[in-house]
């Protein structure tokens, strides 16, 4: 029963299956050619570094599928699909080269007995997992994903590969019975009486169909949603581990730090990934402006970044002169400043993608415009011209000290082990200050040589650089290690996530900027004051009688992966934690990063990420505080739940505010 020694309406078919080989081929690389010719006319950004961790981020994402299964529904079958589609492809192009070269006397794939039982077993999960996968989209279809023509199209092709196979296996196995042929032996039952010239002919057919499809289906990937199968796997190559900690881009021009319109002006990695994305939805529904009834969809970011470059480079149109504008016709303004830059949707993403630098991108493009809020560019003005988000005096800084009874060492004048960076908020509102002189007391008691900066310090600049204001982020950053050259220290320690990612991972103290800034360590507070319980320097006199609830705050938790040292702590106080459903890399984002904290909603919101997260905590069962570790949280949550009106049910905690109790 050999599928290519014979003819097909006088042709050979072995001629047949060449041309349909060639047109496929064609068609592939015609689309494939048409594109690496496009990323190379981008802008140009370096992600071919380290490639032993490169093939690392290859292994974990790629072959082992880590990210599928943060959702559990889907994750086995998408991994079974997954190596299937691999095991599949390897036999495909052994079939087809045995098919275009038949004198060969290589058997097809499924001749060698444990290659045609794996198949076997492989097309029954694959088929499984395409039944799951259909019944989710029909009855169980989670919010966000997208119904499209592409997907029952491409999901029709794979059952046409499975039943082929399954059949063929069948027709086969009605002349042969093997024992490595389990799935054939079955369907062949149902097939026993067929003469073996009828069961020939039908197992030839199933060969062609299943050949054919393949064929077209590798033809019709470059060109459709599906491209993903072949962009995911570079694209997990192409990570950077340091996104979106750090926005830096590697020898990136002054152009790309005035930002993006067109999609020439973004760097091919960022157009890359607009052809990777799955549409599955899985950002959308972790988003918190878009679950809040904003307008702000990460796929639709990336997905409209796609249209448009397939409105203009892939027609040959000058993106600059067409009518249709990527600000402001595919993608609004409006949009773009309602990201909350919490890295949820990149966390959540199976497929890798970095959705911020791209909003981040086009941000910098519209701060340049001078296309900001009046609340926003009254904020970047005074910090301009005062160093801090409030329009404080630089000697108001270290206000907050009054009242200690202690001596606050000056870290410009005295050697200290950690230089403390408080931040604005910590500094300067006055729902937090009280928290700052807790912290304060804390490293005091357990006698910590730390000190300040005292007016010297500027705001870290991390939300500025996520406003899209690079170049103003460069002068508080230029500002603040010029003063970190003039003060004697060895680590900083921070109260704000927002200044310990920007210090840690945006600064580059490491050797850069003098004899000073030499192998800096960078901590957050919880980090120390873990430590010193554990090493017994800060002893805790009292157990405390509470049932909490602690938030990750994104900027420590998903960004910087600081998720144990809060618990320990907070364990440690006597303090019973329950945890909401959404913890660690799961937390929902209070709403204040990337600059909304000072931004005004100009659309009706349905709930703010704040209430909706106050509402989770109250849901739980005898927790009567919620423990955070953020300034910016404090002010955010102390709100939600007056708005939400659950003065008496939950009351905010800082973990510094329930340290200083117990050690008091």
């Given at each position: 029963?050999?599928?290519?020694?014979?003819?097909?309406?006088g042709?050979?078919a072995?001629?047949?299956?060449?041309?349909?080989?060639?047109?496929?081929?064609?068609?592939?690389?015609?689309?494939?050619?048409?594109?690496?010719?496009?990323?190379?006319?981008?802008?140009?950004?370096?992600?071919?570094?380290?490639?032993?961790?490169?093939?690392?981020?290859?292994?974990?994402?790629?072959?082992?599928?880590?990210?599928?299964?943060?959702?559990?529904?889907?994750?086995?079958?998408?991994?079974?699909?997954?190596?299937?589609?691999?095991?599949?492809?390897?036999?495909?192009?052994?079939?087809?080269?045995?098919?275009?070269?038949?004198?060969?006397?290589?058997?097809?794939?499924?001749?060698?007995?444990?290659?045609?039982?794996?198949?076997?077993?492989?097309?029954?999960?694959?088929?499984?997992?395409?039944?799951?996968?259909?019944?989710?989209?029909?009855?169980?279809?989670?919010?966000?994903?997208?119904?499209s023509?592409?997907?029952?199209?491409?999901?029709?092709?794979?059952?046409?590969?499975?039943?082929?196979?399954?059949?063929?296996?069948?027709?086969?196995?009605?002349?042969?019975?093997?024992?490595?042929?389990?799935?054939?032996?079955?369907?062949?039952?149902?097939?026993?009486?067929?003469?073996?010239?009828?069961?020939?002919?039908?197992?030839?057919?199933?060969?062609?169909?299943?050949?054919v499809?393949?064929?077209?289906?590798?033809?019709?990937?470059?060109?459709?949603?599906?491209?993903?199968?072949?962009?995911?796997?570079?694209?997990?190559?192409?990570?950077?581990?340091?996104?979106?900690?750090?926005?830096?881009?590697?020898?990136?021009?002054?152009?790309?730090?005035?930002?993006?319109?067109?999609?020439?002006e973004?760097?091919?990695?960022?157009?890359?990934?607009?052809?990777?994305?799955?549409?599955?939805?899985?950002?959308?529904?972790?988003?918190?402006?878009?679950?809040s009834?904003l307008?702000?969809?990460?796929?639709?970011?990336?997905?409209?970044?796609?249209?448009?470059?397939?409105?203009?480079?892939?027609?040959?149109?000058?993106?600059?002169?067409?009518?249709?504008?990527l600000?402001?016709?595919?993608?609004?303004?409006?949009?773009?400043?309602q990201?909350?830059?919490?890295?949820?949707?990149?966390?959540?993403?199976?497929v890798?993608?970095?959705?911020?630098?791209?909003?981040?991108?086009?941000?910098?493009?519209?701060?340049?415009?001078?296309n900001?809020?009046?609340?926003?560019?009254?904020?970047?003005?005074?910090?301009?011209?005062?160093?801090?988000?409030?329009?404080?005096?630089?000697?108001?800084?270290?206000?907050?000290?009054?009242?200690?009874d202690?001596?606050?060492?000056?870290?410009?004048?005295?050697?200290?082990?950690?230089?403390?960076?408080?931040?604005?908020y910590?500094?300067?509102?006055?729902?937090?200050?009280?928290?700052t002189?807790?912290?304060?007391?804390?490293?005091?008691?357990?006698?910590?040589?730390?000190?300040?900066?005292?007016?010297?310090?500027k705001?870290?600049?991390?939300?500025?650089?996520?406003?899209?204001?690079?170049?103003?982020?460069?002068?508080?950053?230029?500002?603040?290690?010029?003063?970190?050259?003039?003060a004697?220290?060895?680590?900083?320690?921070?109260?704000?996530?927002?200044?310990?990612?920007?210090?840690?991972?945006?600064?580059?103290?490491?050797?850069?900027?003098g004899?000073?800034?030499?192998?800096?360590?960078?901590?957050?507070?919880?980090?120390?004051?873990?430590?010193?319980?554990?090493?017994?320097?800060?002893?805790?006199k009292?157990?405390?009688?509470?049932?909490?609830?602690?938030?990750?705050?994104?900027?420590?938790?998903?960004?910087n992966?600081?998720?144990?040292?809060?618990?320990?702590?907070?364990?440690?106080?006597?303090?019973?934690?329950?945890?909401?459903?959404?913890?660690?890399?799961?937390?929902?984002?209070?709403?204040?990063?990337?600059?909304?904290?000072?931004?005004e909603?100009?659309?009706?919101?349905?709930?703010?990420?704040?209430?909706?997260r106050?509402?989770?905590?109250?849901?739980?069962?005898?927790?009567?505080?919620?423990?955070?570790?953020?300034?910016?949280d404090?002010?955010?949550?102390?709100?939600?739940?007056?708005?939400?009106?659950?003065?008496?049910?939950?009351?905010?905690?800082?973990?510094?505010?329930?340290?200083?109790?117990?050690?008091?």
């Amino acid at each position: 029963m050999d599928p290519v020694y014979i003819d097909i309406i006088g042709i050979p078919a072995n001629a047949i299956l060449w041309g349909i080989t060639i047109i496929s081929l064609i068609f592939f690389f015609r689309r494939s050619f048409k594109i690496v010719g496009i990323l190379q006319k981008a802008r140009q950004e370096s992600r071919f570094d380290n490639i032993p961790h490169r093939i690392k981020n290859f292994v974990k994402y790629v072959l082992l599928q880590q990210k599928l299964f943060n959702e559990k529904s889907i994750g086995l079958p998408h991994f079974l699909f997954f190596w299937g589609f691999v095991f599949y492809a390897i036999t495909f192009w052994w079939n087809l080269f045995r098919g275009l070269y038949p004198f060969t006397k290589i058997p097809f794939a499924d001749e060698v007995p444990i290659v045609g039982f794996v198949l076997e077993v492989s097309g029954v999960l694959v088929l499984v997992s395409i039944i799951i996968a259909v019944a989710r989209r029909l009855f169980f279809r989670p919010e966000h994903l997208q119904k499209s023509r592409d997907a029952g199209i491409i999901l029709s092709l794979i059952t046409i590969l499975m039943l082929t196979l399954i059949l063929g296996q069948g027709f086969k196995s009605t002349q042969e019975v093997s024992a490595w042929s389990p799935v054939g032996a079955q369907v062949a039952m149902i097939f026993g009486s067929m003469e073996f010239s009828q069961a020939s002919s039908l197992y030839i057919l199933m060969w062609w169909i299943h050949i054919v499809a393949v064929l077209f289906f590798l033809a019709y990937i470059p060109y459709s949603k599906h491209l993903h199968l072949l962009t995911s796997p570079v694209n997990a190559f192409l990570l950077n581990d340091e996104v979106p900690q750090s926005l830096d881009i590697k020898n990136a021009t002054e152009e790309i730090k005035q930002g993006s319109s067109n999609w020439n002006e973004f760097t091919w990695k960022q157009i890359f990934q607009t052809l990777t994305c799955a549409e599955c939805g899985r950002c959308d529904r972790v988003c918190p402006s878009l679950n809040s009834g904003l307008k702000l969809s990460p796929r639709s970011i990336l997905h409209e970044m796609k249209f448009n470059l397939y409105d203009t480079a892939f027609k040959k149109v000058d993106a600059a002169t067409y009518e249709k504008k990527l600000i402001g016709d595919y993608i609004s303004e409006e949009e773009l400043w309602q990201c909350t830059t919490c890295m949820a949707c990149m966390e959540r993403c199976a497929v890798l993608n970095e959705h911020l630098t791209s909003i981040v991108q086009m941000r910098r493009y519209l701060v340049g415009q001078g296309n900001i809020e009046s609340s926003l560019q009254d904020m970047l003005q005074k910090l301009t011209r005062y160093g801090n988000s409030f329009g404080q005096s630089d000697r108001n800084r270290a206000k907050w000290i009054t009242g200690l009874d202690f001596k606050l060492k000056d870290a410009r004048k005295e050697d200290v082990e950690y230089l403390w960076v408080t931040g604005d908020y910590a500094a300067f509102d006055v729902r937090v200050t009280g928290l700052t002189r807790a912290t304060a007391q804390i490293f005091n008691k357990a006698g910590l040589d730390f000190g300040i900066l005292y007016e010297a310090e500027k705001n870290s600049g991390n939300d500025v650089r996520r406003i899209g204001e690079e170049g103003l982020f460069e002068f508080l950053k230029d500002k603040n290690k010029q003063a970190f050259d003039k003060a004697k220290f060895r680590s900083i320690v921070t109260t704000d996530p927002h200044t310990y990612n920007t210090i840690k991972n945006e600064y580059h103290l490491n050797g850069v900027n003098g004899s000073n800034c030499n192998s800096i360590k960078v901590f957050h507070y919880t980090e120390v004051i873990d430590e010193l319980i554990k090493t017994k320097k800060l002893n805790i006199k009292k157990k405390l009688n509470l049932t909490a609830t602690y938030h990750d705050p994104c900027y420590l938790g998903r960004y910087n992966g600081i998720y144990e040292q809060p618990r320990s702590i907070i364990k440690a106080l006597g303090v019973k934690l329950i945890e909401m459903p959404r913890n660690r890399n799961t937390s929902y984002c209070c709403g204040a990063g990337g600059g909304r904290i000072w931004m005004e909603d100009k659309t009706q919101i349905k709930e703010r990420p704040s209430e909706n997260r106050i509402k989770e905590a109250v849901a739980l069962k005898g927790v009567n505080t919620f423990v955070v570790a953020c300034p910016k949280d404090i002010a955010m949550f102390s709100d939600a739940i007056k708005t939400t009106g659950q003065e008496e049910r939950l009351i905010t905690k800082d973990i510094a505010e329930l340290v200083l109790e117990a050690v008091s």
